[in-house]
C-alpha cells in the first residue's frame, strides 16, 4: 500500500489535481461547522432541525434537477473530452433539458408547500429554501468534474461557502430568522456558480443556438433509469429528517441534524472522492480493466484507511465534539453518534463499489438494486423511527450500506476482481 502511495505521488499532474480539489473541498465541509454553533446559539434545537428539514426538501428536488448528469454526463464528458463538438453538444442539452425540469418542480414544489398541511406550516421557509434548487441547475461541477478542471471547483466551492459565511452572521441575529439559512446557502451557490458558468461558456465557446429539440428528447429518456435510482438514494439520504421531524418533533431533528452535520462531513467527503476518482476510473475501464482496478485500488484504499481513522478520533472525542455545537442533550447525542460513525466506513466501501458498477456501465443493475435496498430501507425507518426515534434511523442506514455493498461487490466481481487477478 505504502509503495502503491509513492507511484501515486510520483504522477504530479494527478497529485497536484489532487491537492487544488482536495483543499477546495476541506473548506467545503468546514465552513459549515463555523456557523452552525451560531445558529443552535441564535435558533435553538428547534429552529435548527427546521433549517435541516427546509434544506433536505431542497436537496431531494434537486435530484430531479441533475437528472443523473452527475454520473451520465461526467462519463461523457470524461470520454469525449478531446472532442469540442460532443462536449458543446453535451453541455448545451443537459443544460436546455435541466431548464424544463426546473421549471416542472418548482410549480410543483410551490403547491406541494402550499396546500399540503406539514409543509404549508413552514412555507416561508421552504420557498426560500427553493434558491438552493436554482443555485443547483446553475452548477457546472459535472462538466467540470468530467474535464478534470479542478481549479474551477474549488474556486466555485470557496467563493460560494465565504458567501454563506458572512450572510449567517450578517442575517441571522433572532431566533425567528431560520427562515433565511437556506437562501443565503442557494445565493452563495447562484453567485458562484453562475460566474463559473459564464466562464465555460465563453472559454469554450459554447452556442445555446445549435441546441436540438431531439437531443434533449434523447437525453431525458437516456438519463431516466439512472436518474429514478438517484430519486431512491436521495430518498434515503434526506427522508429521514423529515420523518423524525414528523414522528417526533422539530426538536428531535434538530438533535439528528447536529449528528448528521458531524458525519455529513465524511459522507460528503466520500461523495467528493468519488467525483474525483470516477472521471478516471471510467476513462480506465476503456482502456484496461487491470489499470483501471491498480488505480482504483490504490485511491480508494487509501482513502477508506483515513475514513476508518478518523472515525475512530470522532469516537474517542464524541463529548467534545457534540458539544461544540451547543446542544442541551450532550451526553444522549454523543451516544448516537459513536453508533452513527459506522456508516461513513461503510461508506468507504460502497461508494468505491458503486465507481466500478457505473463504470462498467452496469447501470441497470445499478438502478434495480438502489430501488429495492432504498424501499427496504424505507420501510424500516417508517416503522422503527416512532418507537425508536433517531436510534432507529442509524440502525437503518447501517443496515442499508452492509447489504448494498455486499450486492455491488457480488455484481461486479467477476469481470473485475477475478478476470484480472
Request: with cysteine.
Amino acid at each position: 500500500m505504502f509503495q502503491k502511495a509513492i507511484t501515486l505521488f510520483k504522477n504530479q499532474k494527478q497529485f497536484n489535481n489532487l491537492i487544488v480539489y482536495g483543499f477546495g473541498q476541506v473548506f467545503n465541509l468546514i465552513t459549515p461547522l463555523l456557523v452552525i454553533p451560531y445558529i443552535v446559539s441564535i435558533c435553538g434545537e428547534e429552529g435548527y432541525g427546521k433549517i435541516g428539514v427546509g434544506m433536505a426538501l431542497a436537496f431531494f428536488i434537486m435530484v430531479f434537477i441533475d437528472y443523473g448528469s452527475e454520473i451520465i454526463g461526467v462519463k461523457e464528458v470524461a470520454i469525449n473530452r478531446k472532442n469540442h463538438e460532443e462536449l458543446e453538444q453535451i453541455f448545451v442539452t443537459t443544460y436546455v433539458a435541466k431548464l424544463l425540469l426546473l421549471l416542472v418542480m418548482l410549480v410543483l414544489a410551490s403547491i406541494i408547500f402550499s396546500f399540503i398541511p406539514y409543509f404549508s406550516k413552514e412555507k416561508t421557509l421552504f420557498f426560500l429554501s427553493l434558491s438552493m434548487v436554482v443555485g443547483q441547475y446553475i452548477n457546472p461541477t459535472w462538466f467540470l468534474q468530467g474535464i478534470e478542471n479542478f481549479k474551477w471547483i474549488t474556486i466555485l466551492n470557496i467563493l460560494s461557502k465565504i458567501i454563506y459565511l458572512i450572510g449567517v452572521f450578517l442575517f441571522i441575529n433572532k431566533a425567528q430568522d431560520y427562515v433565511y439559512s437556506n437562501l443565503i446557502w442557494g445565493a452563495g451557490m447562484i453567485i458562484a456558480y453562475g460566474i463559473t458558468w459564464l466562464y465555460i461558456v465563453f472559454h469554450h465557446s459554447f452556442s445555446f443556438s445549435k441546441v436540438k429539440k431531439t437531443e434533449v428528447i434523447k437525453m431525458v429518456r437516456k438519463n431516466f433509469s439512472i436518474f429514478s435510482s438517484q430519486i431512491f438514494v436521495s430518498l434515503q439520504m434526506y427522508s429521514p429528517i423529515v420523518l423524525i421531524s414528523f414522528f417526533g418533533g422539530n426538536a428531535m431533528a434538530g438533535q439528528y441534524k447536529i449528528i448528521d452535520q458531524i458525519i455529513v462531513i465524511f459522507k460528503t467527503y466520500i461523495l467528493l472522492f468519488f467525483n474525483f476518482v470516477y472521471p478516471r476510473v471510467c476513462y480506465l475501464l476503456e482502456k484496461s480493466k487491470a489499470e483501471a482496478l491498480h488505480f482504483w485500488k490504490l485511491y480508494n484504499g487509501l482513502n477508506l484507511l483515513f475514513v476508518i481513522l478518523s472515525m475512530l478520533g470522532v469516537m474517542i472525542f464524541s463529548v467534545e465534539i457534540v458539544s461544540y455545537f451547543n446542544p442541551k442533550e450532550i451526553t444522549t447525542i454523543s451516544n448516537l453518534l459513536k453508533i452513527a460513525i459506522l456508516i461513513p466506513i461503510l461508506q468507504g466501501v460502497t461508494i468505491p463499489l458503486k465507481q466500478l458498477v457505473l463504470g462498467s456501465n452496469k447501470q441497470g443493475t445499478y438502478v434495480k438494486v438502489t430501488m429495492i435496498i432504498t424501499i427496504v430501507s424505507l420501510l424500516i425507518i417508517v416503522l422503527i423511527t416512532p418507537i425508536y426515534h433517531v436510534l432507529g434511523v442509524l440502525i437503518a442506514l447501517i443496515v442499508t450500506e452492509i447489504f448494498t455493498s455486499f450486492i455491488f461487490f457480488k455484481t461486479i466481481k467477476k469481470d473485475l476482481f477475478f478476470s484480472t487477478s
